[in-house]
Nanobody, 116 residues
C-alpha cells in the first residue's frame, strides 16, 4: 500500500507564501497526472493545479500567476508553492496521484489558513 503524506500547511498572513509537500511512501505505476485539490468550509472540493507525466502544468484561474506545482521524481515528492496568498485561499489542501492502472491515491489533507 502506497501512502501520500502531506506537510507544509499552516497559518500565513495575506500576501505571504507557503510551500506544500506531498511525499509518496512508494512507487505508483503508470501515473497519469499528479495534482492538488482544496476544500474550503461549506464548499465543494476544487482542483487547484495538475502536472502530467510530460511535465505540463495546469491551474485553476484563481491561482494562476501565484501558485506553482512541481514534481521531484528523485525524491518522489510533489510540491505546491503558494505566493501572494489571499484569505480566499484558506482551505484544506489535498494532493492526489492518478494511476492509469491503480486508480487515485489521496493525501490526508493539510490545513492552510490565510489571515487578512
Amino acid at each position: 500500500q502506497v501512502y501520500l503524506v502531506e506537510s507544509g500547511g499552516g497559518l500565513v498572513q495575506a500576501g505571504g507564501s507557503l510551500r506544500l509537500s506531498c511525499a509518496a511512501s512508494g512507487s505508483i505505476p503508470q501515473i497519469n497526472y499528479k495534482g492538488w485539490y482544496r476544500q474550503a468550509p461549506g464548499k465543494q472540493r476544487e482542483l487547484v493545479a495538475t502536472i502530467n507525466s510530460d511535465g505540463r502544468t495546469d491551474y485553476t484561474d484563481s491561482v494562476k500567476g501565484r501558485f506553482t506545482i512541481s514534481n521531484d521524481s528523485a525524491k518522489n515528492t510533489l510540491y505546491l508553492q503558494m505566493t501572494s496568498m489571499k484569505p480566499e485561499d484558506t482551505a484544506v489542501y489535498y494532493c492526489v496521484v492518478l494511476s492509469v492502472v491503480a486508480g487515485a491515491y489521496w493525501g490526508q489533507g493539510t490545513q492552510v489558513t490565510v489571515s487578512s
